[in-house]
């Protein structure tokens, strides 16, 4: 007998819940930080087994690296405000990266418009 074919989107449906919540959790808990008021989350990915989620966040703020840092030293406890959030037996781990769509798009539309 053939296995049945089971296509699952729950590491879609993780990663989207994780997004919604971090970014909850980063407007009511840094909500004052300068840095991180101006990160918008824009979109998430599940890996490994929903043990890992990568949020990728835009940002207005021209020193992305800066962003990029203080978003590193808040990862831990937004993971585990998280934690007392999700009802899952796990928690994924969470990565932030920078995605430069928007600037692509606009450099693209730049170099159409000169031709």
Known sequence: ????QFNSNRGERVAS????LVAEI????????ALISGVSLVGSVAH??????????YTRNQ???AVQKRLDEVT???RFELAARMNQKY???IKFQYDDTLERAARIDELLNNL
């Open 26 to 33: 980063l407007r009511d808990n840094w909500g004052d930080d």
């Open 17 to 20: 819940k994780v997004q919604t």
């Open 76 to 78: 831990r406890m937004v």
């Open 1 to 4: 007998m053939p296995k049945k």
């Open 63 to 65: 020193d992305v690296n």
């Open 91 to 93: 928690v994924p781990d």
């Open 48 to 57: 490994g087994g929903l043990q890992f989620v990568r949020l990728f966040y």
